[in-house]
């Protein structure tokens, strides 16, 4: 999986990776797609955000319920 991806299979493995190892092929062709893709790279922060922000709300929620 080289070369030039969509920005769908761009967010779809940038939400994979959170989850999981992406192979070598599937993280050069994330990297090359955001390096020219402001969107994505927003999408990509969004995501991290979004899943810190529940990380942590979980953990405030797991001290208030002790």
Do not use: P, W, Y
């Amino acid at each position: 999986m080289m070369g030039i991806i969509s920005c769908k299979e761009s967010t779809r493995l940038v939400s994979q990776g959170l989850d999981r190892e992406l192979a070598f092929g599937e993280r050069v062709a994330v990297r090359l797609h955001l390096a020219i893709c402001l969107g994505c790279r927003r999408a990509g922060s969004q995501m991290r955000f979004l899943r810190k922000a529940v990380r942590e709300l979980a953990e405030v929620d797991l001290k208030t319920s002790l």
